[in-house]
């Protein structure tokens, strides 16, 4: 069974920056795409971002391209979202996301296991 616990979150200003992470086990990490959503109060999930099991592919939402970045460490068994120039628009609580696919997956309906959540918020 697959187990992700995500890491990071915090109320920071808006332009800070924050690095989310999430830990992976259970499984072998490498076999394994893994996205970042997040939802807001009275929102819908969105994705933010995903990546193939080597980093080789990823994917942003419009609305966080050129601010946040996805990686993974496969030797740590961890994936990362760094979030710079935060808006309070990116207030939300993240969620990391794996499914086992050496593929970017973009719905969160393909996903097969889910952290519990981070909550980030961002002050004006």
């Known amino acids: 069974q697959v187990h992700l616990v995500e890491s990071g979150g915090g109320l920071v200003q808006a332009g800070d920056s924050l690095r989310l992470s999430c830990a992976f086990s259970?499984?072998?990490?490498?076999?394994?795409?893994m996205g970042w959503f997040r939802q807001a109060p009275g929102s819908e999930q969105d994705a933010v971002a995903a990546i193939s099991w080597n980093g080789g592919s990823t994917y942003y939402a419009d609305s966080v391209k050129g601010r946040f970045t996805i990686s993974r460490d496969n030797s740590q068994n961890t994936v990362y979202l760094q979030m710079n120039n935060l808006k309070p628009e990116d207030t939300a609580v993240y969620y990391c996301a794996g499914v086992r696919t050496r593929n970017i997956r973009v719905r969160s309906a393909t996903y097969e296991y889910w952290g519990q959540g981070t909550q980030v918020t961002v002050s004006s």
């Open positions: 259970g499984r072998a990490f490498s076999n394994y795409g």
